[in-house]
């Protein structure tokens, strides 16, 4: 390997994990030593990056000196338990669970939206929910020109956002309902296979999901604009790959469909596609694999004339989780802020 930074994956056998690995080498991240950890259950197993096989660890018991980036998707809990250690031995962590992305010291980060954000970390960046991300790249740049008084967000988000039991589980039960026989569920409380859930995380007192709480919370947080109302309904989709949003922006200053164009053409991430009648729209089958948002539908809305409507997607495992991270950790070496 070159000259560059030791950075450990931590998950690094999840589907998140597996995917923060491939985008280090697809975008030749300076990489010096890769180091990859993993529950005891998964210590032990060669994991390929580039020309080398590197043996998972043990998270519980290896050594963490020497680490200077260590990028988190193993779950809230584990990052709970271990960011701390990591930091101690020296590490800057970027966290992909919900851990401490509503931290007041830690910053919540999306770098086409709010990079300066990382510049005032203190160890800890957190990488925000999947669904916010591809949301805050498609809305920041609108909310900077004309302000962002309401947002309504339906939010279909892809079996990938639980994990790869969930896509095992999407295409067992597709097998055995197209052949005419029982499907069986452990991961979802339903059939996900030709269904959709209207249930993303555990439900709160008043009827809305801890999932839609975080776009919430979140997109509020990274706009650094607490007065933006938002609502949001977030339903599971059998789809493997790519989150798809549909949005109501309702805005301070007037906006036509053309000048929400010009905007979106204008985003950092963001690509328009948006010839409806040619049937050109964002598809999260063509979305998947990609880095970049894509928007269409740019419509004014007909009940509210201050309102415009559009369709975002994107690959929920590369922009709204791995890519992210290590786009943040590109901003960390580019500025100096490790």
């Known amino acids: 390997m070159k000259d560059g930074y030791a950075v450990a994956v931590v998950g690094a056998t999840g589907a998140v994990g597996e995917k923060m690995i491939s985008v280090l080498a697809q975008r030749q991240f300076p990489v010096k030593v890769l180091r990859l950890f993993a529950s005891e259950r998964s210590a032990g197993k060669t994991v390929s990056f580039l020309d080398e096989k590197i043996t998972v660890e043990n998270l519980k018991t290896s050594s963490l000196e020497g680490i200077n980036i260590a990028l988190f998707s193993a779950g809230a809990s584990v990052s709970r338990a271990f960011a701390a250690r990591f930091t101690q031995a ?22 086409e939206v709010n990079p300066n954000a990382a510049r005032f970390h203190h160890g800890i960046i957190a990488n925000p929910n999947c669904s916010t991300i591809q949301l805050v790249v498609a809305i920041n740049l609108i909310h900077r020109r004309v302000g962002i008084k309401r947002l309504i967000v339906t939010a279909l988000q892809s079996v990938s956002g639980t994990g790869r039991e969930a896509l095992v589980e999407l295409l067992d039960q597709s097998k055995a309902i197209l052949a005419g026989e029982k499907s069986e569920h452990t991961v979802y409380p339903h059939q996900i296979a030709f269904n959709l859930l209207p249930h993303i995380g555990s439900f709160l007192e008043t009827g809305y999901t801890e999932e839609e709480m975080k776009l919430v919370n979140e997109t509020r947080k990274i706009l650094g604009d607490e007065t933006i109302r938002v609502c949001a309904t977030c339903v599971r989709v059998p789809v493997p790959v790519s989150h798809s949003e549909a949005v109501t922006i309702e805005t301070r200053d007037a906006l036509s469909p053309n000048e929400a164009r010009d905007i979106l053409m204008e985003s950092p991430g963001v690509i328009l596609v948006d010839e409806p009648t040619a049937a050109t729209y964002p598809l999260p089958v063509y ?4 880095d970049e948002v894509f928007v269409g539908r740019v419509r004014r809305d007909i009940s509210a004339p201050s309102s415009i409507n559009m369709w975002v997607v994107s690959d929920n495992l590369r922009k709204g989780a791995a890519l992210n991270a290590i786009q943040i950790a590109e901003l960390l070496i580019k500025n100096n802020w490790l």
Do not use: H
């Not at 979305?287 to 990609?290: I, T």
């Open 287 to 290: 979305a998947a694999g990609k």
């Open 90 to 111: 020296g590490a800057v962590v970027i966290d992909n669970s919900s851990a401490f992305r509503m931290d007041e010291e830690t910053p919540l980060v999306v770098p």
